[in-house]
Protein backbone atom coordinates (compact mmCIF):
# COMPACT_ATOMS: atom_id res chain seq x y z
CA UNK A 1 0.00 0.00 0.00
CA UNK A 2 1.61 3.68 -0.89
CA UNK A 3 0.63 5.25 1.88
CA UNK A 4 1.32 2.97 4.88
CA UNK A 5 3.90 2.79 7.34
CA UNK A 6 3.85 0.20 9.43
CA UNK A 7 3.69 0.37 13.17
CA UNK A 8 6.68 0.46 15.35
CA UNK A 9 8.17 -2.79 17.23
CA UNK A 10 7.15 -0.29 20.33
CA UNK A 11 3.20 -0.45 19.23
CA UNK A 12 3.36 -3.79 18.54
CA UNK A 13 4.86 -4.36 21.74
CA UNK A 14 2.74 -2.16 23.69
CA UNK A 15 -0.59 -3.75 22.13
CA UNK A 16 0.35 -6.98 23.38
CA UNK A 17 0.85 -5.88 26.71
CA UNK A 18 -2.50 -4.10 26.74
CA UNK A 19 -4.40 -6.86 25.89
CA UNK A 20 -2.05 -9.02 28.04
CA UNK A 21 -1.48 -11.78 25.51
CA UNK A 22 1.80 -13.87 25.29
CA UNK A 23 4.15 -14.24 22.46
CA UNK A 24 2.03 -17.77 21.47
CA UNK A 25 -1.83 -15.74 22.02
CA UNK A 26 -0.53 -12.68 20.32
CA UNK A 27 0.22 -15.35 17.47
CA UNK A 28 -3.00 -16.87 17.71
CA UNK A 29 -4.89 -13.32 18.13
CA UNK A 30 -2.89 -12.20 14.72
CA UNK A 31 -3.07 -15.22 12.60
CA UNK A 32 0.29 -15.95 12.07
CA UNK A 33 1.87 -19.53 12.78
CA UNK A 34 3.03 -19.28 16.47
CA UNK A 35 5.06 -16.97 18.87
CA UNK A 36 8.19 -17.37 16.96
CA UNK A 37 6.27 -15.66 14.25
CA UNK A 38 5.12 -12.49 16.54
CA UNK A 39 8.18 -12.50 17.89
CA UNK A 40 9.92 -11.77 14.45
CA UNK A 41 7.88 -8.28 14.13
CA UNK A 42 9.14 -7.27 17.49
CA UNK A 43 12.45 -8.02 18.38
CA UNK A 44 16.26 -8.82 16.80
CA UNK A 45 18.09 -6.94 14.68
CA UNK A 46 15.97 -6.29 11.96
CA UNK A 47 12.54 -6.37 12.84
CA UNK A 48 9.66 -7.37 10.08
CA UNK A 49 7.57 -4.79 9.32
CA UNK A 50 3.75 -5.34 9.53
CA UNK A 51 1.80 -5.72 6.39
CA UNK A 52 -1.31 -3.14 6.15
CA UNK A 53 -3.56 -6.64 5.35
CA UNK A 54 -2.20 -8.28 9.10
CA UNK A 55 -2.80 -4.71 10.90
CA UNK A 56 -5.99 -4.45 8.77
CA UNK A 57 -7.28 -7.97 10.61
CA UNK A 58 -6.10 -6.89 14.02
CA UNK A 59 -7.67 -3.71 13.90
CA UNK A 60 -11.01 -5.27 12.77
CA UNK A 61 -10.54 -8.16 15.15
CA UNK A 62 -10.33 -4.72 18.18
CA UNK A 63 -13.31 -2.74 16.41
CA UNK A 64 -15.83 -5.36 15.06
CA UNK A 65 -18.34 -6.70 17.03
CA UNK A 66 -18.41 -11.13 16.92
CA UNK A 67 -21.72 -10.65 15.08
CA UNK A 68 -19.77 -8.16 12.65
CA UNK A 69 -17.21 -10.50 12.46
CA UNK A 70 -19.43 -13.06 11.63
CA UNK A 71 -20.55 -11.74 8.54
CA UNK A 72 -16.94 -11.27 7.56
CA UNK A 73 -16.02 -14.95 8.18
CA UNK A 74 -19.34 -16.36 6.42
CA UNK A 75 -17.82 -13.60 3.42
CA UNK A 76 -14.91 -15.51 3.38
CA UNK A 77 -16.30 -19.06 3.10
CA UNK A 78 -18.40 -17.28 0.39
CA UNK A 79 -15.51 -16.37 -1.85
CA UNK A 80 -14.77 -20.41 -1.88
CA UNK A 81 -12.34 -20.71 1.24
CA UNK A 82 -13.01 -23.21 3.47
CA UNK A 83 -13.18 -21.45 7.41
CA UNK A 84 -14.70 -22.22 10.54
CA UNK A 85 -13.21 -19.48 13.39
CA UNK A 86 -12.24 -21.46 16.67
Request: aromatic share 10%; charged share 25%.
Amino acid sequence: MKNYEAPSVDNLRKLKDELGLTQSEMADFVGVAGGQQWRKYTGGQSPRKMNFHMLFYIAAKLTLTEQEMEVVYKRIVELGAKYEPS
